[in-house]
């Protein structure tokens, strides 16, 4: 397929670095190789008989044509952002999700947020969107997922409200497991078969049987709970009910429709992956109490256990499995022993097997060995932070990541005598290891040239409160990436994944496999 002029052609190499021609950022230097994997998009700007001039990360390059193609594939980037999860992904037909957004600024434990990442992608890796006016309009990511509502999991959507409202950011459907934090009367023990928690009402006759009813379907439900009413002595509390409310704000002006997922459903509603491409929903686990939907209550009903359920709230993640041709993502949210047992309990476990899956709970080591199996994942990705006091991911976990990972050999090798298989998997990566973003004063460029100062941020300091909105000079913004975000890239057959190296001649290292 030929490579024309004014459209988008992508890296058809494993990987590459070229030198640029000319920066087109006031902050972009000359003098470096800028790195490239295979899928990354450039724009084209003119095409000669063996090469294009093309623009990409705020550069103009001259690139072989032979090293490009007009064929898109399916690309995945899980972020270093901390103690917290986020994964940004492009689907070969252009379309955008976000599992997570990790933690906000003043919660992140490390100097990179995911956000800041968007940002850079925006106005530094796809400046030709402005320069070349190849897309107008605000940066929009097709699919929004929030795993469950903890905060360094949905905290950078909260942040990047502003920039929606800003029209810099929109969002297509919002998806979510239903479940909520609401703040009342203190959180009691079962009692006559009801109990109040964090996560709202909870019913039941005893211990397992117990259910949380108190789901957030959509919108409605938002309106609904946003302040008490009547009898009802609870309403939406916390960051995660600011976020809701904030998305229903902003509800058909620059944000789609929420919706709560769960299994059962088949692939994730409302969002077409292309030809080849699926996104099936298999967490969490909806169940029924008296004829409606509920989802079950895993932690203890004493009073502490509904003051603070961690184990319903993580263990309820939303699970979606990503199928590119014949390879399979799993995408696990906070997963945790209970909640493992629970999907075992209702799904065939084939349905959890993949090539690429995102440890749970950024490496807890409550986790089911009999589920850690079911994965059998050739590559195994590790969201977690630096200096947190988790200590994730766990050895103990690691291990077992090693353990129960699909083994791959890549022929055989010898020397004197002693000759072996040569392994290629499993493949295990941590973003602890690494770091994604060099960082910069947060003013935005312009395609004259230009840098805009003075957009408005919000952090969340302690207890989750939010605090007094910001500048953005007052914060950092990703300028440039360096070391180590985790790359995952595939065409249904064969699969790249790619971190950074450091050093001045930095380009990419790559572990690859076919299916």
């Not at 060995?369 to 050895?395: C, Q, V, W, Y």
Request: hydrophobic letters at 35%.
């Amino acid at each position: 397929m030929p490579i024309r002029k004014g459209k988008l052609a992508y890296i058809a190499r494993t990987k590459a670095r070229y030198r640029p021609l000319s920066s087109e950022l006031q902050s972009r230097e000359k003098d470096t190789w800028v790195p490239f994997l295979w899928g990354d998009p450039v724009y084209v700007i003119e095409t000669n008989p063996s090469t294009a001039t093309v623009s990409a990360r705020g550069h103009r390059l001259e690139i072989p044509k032979r090293h490009l193609t007009e064929q898109a594939i399916f690309c995945m980037w899980q972020i270093d952002c901390g103690q917290g999860d986020a994964a940004f992904i492009r689907f070969p037909n252009g379309k955008t999700m976000m599992i997570d957004a990790g933690p906000g600024p003043l919660m992140a434990n490390s100097p990179a947020q995911a956000p800041q990442f968007l940002y850079w992608m925006k106005w530094v890796d796809q400046s030709y969107r402005d320069s070349y006016d190849f897309s107008t309009g605000p940066f929009h990511i097709d699919a929004v997922v929030a795993s469950h509502p903890d905060y360094d999991h949905f905290g950078g959507f909260l942040d990047m409200m502003d920039m929606v409202q800003r029209k810099q950011f929109s969002f297509g459907n919002v998806y979510h497991n239903g479940i909520a934090r609401f703040s009342g009367k203190p959180p009691s023990p079962l009692a006559n078969g009801k109990a109040f928690s964090q996560l709202g009402v909870v019913q039941g006759s005893s211990e397992p049987d117990i259910y949380l009813t108190t789901l957030v379907d959509g919108f409605e439900d938002v309106d609904r709970y946003s302040k008490r009413r009547g009898s009802r002595h609870w309403a939406l509390s916390g960051t995660y009910g600011e976020w809701l409310k904030s998305l229903r704000a902003h509800s058909g002006d620059g944000v789609g429709e929420l919706m709560r997922i769960h299994s059962g459903m088949g692939t994730l509603p409302g969002f077409d992956p292309g030809p080849g491409a699926a996104v099936t929903v298999l967490g969490p686990v909806e169940e029924t109490y008296k004829g409606k939907p509920a989802l079950r209550f895993i932690d203890r009903t004493s009073k502490s256990g509904m003051k603070s359920p961690s184990l319903t709230r993580n263990g309820l993640s939303v699970v979606l499995r990503v199928d590119i041709g014949d390879v399979r993502i799993l995408m696990t949210g906070d997963l945790n022993f209970r909640s493992q047992a629970l999907l075992l309990a209702n799904i065939p476990a084939v349905e959890f097997s993949c090539h690429v899956g995102k440890a749970c709970h950024h490496g807890s080591e409550d986790v089911s060995s009999t589920f850690l199996k079911a994965m059998s994942p050739i590559a195994t990705l590790f969201s977690s932070g630096d200096n947190e006091t988790h200590a994730h991911p766990r050895a103990r976990v690691l291990g077992m990541a090693g353990a129960y990972g699909q083994q791959l050999t890549r022929g055989r090798q010898s020397f004197l005598g002693l000759e072996e298989p040569s392994f290629t998997a499993p493949l295990i990566y941590s973003t602890e290891l690494s770091r994604s973003v060099q960082l910069l004063d947060a003013s935005v460029p312009t395609k004259d040239g230009r840098r805009v100062t003075g957009t408005m941020l919000h952090g969340v300091g302690a207890g989750g409160r939010r605090s007094r909105a910001k500048k953005t000079t007052d914060w950092l913004l990703a300028e440039s990436l360096i070391y180590g975000l985790v790359n995952v890239r595939t065409d249904g057959k064969k699969v790249v994944i790619g971190v950074l190296k450091e050093g001045e001649s930095a380009g990419y290292q790559t572990e690859s496999f076919s299916v």
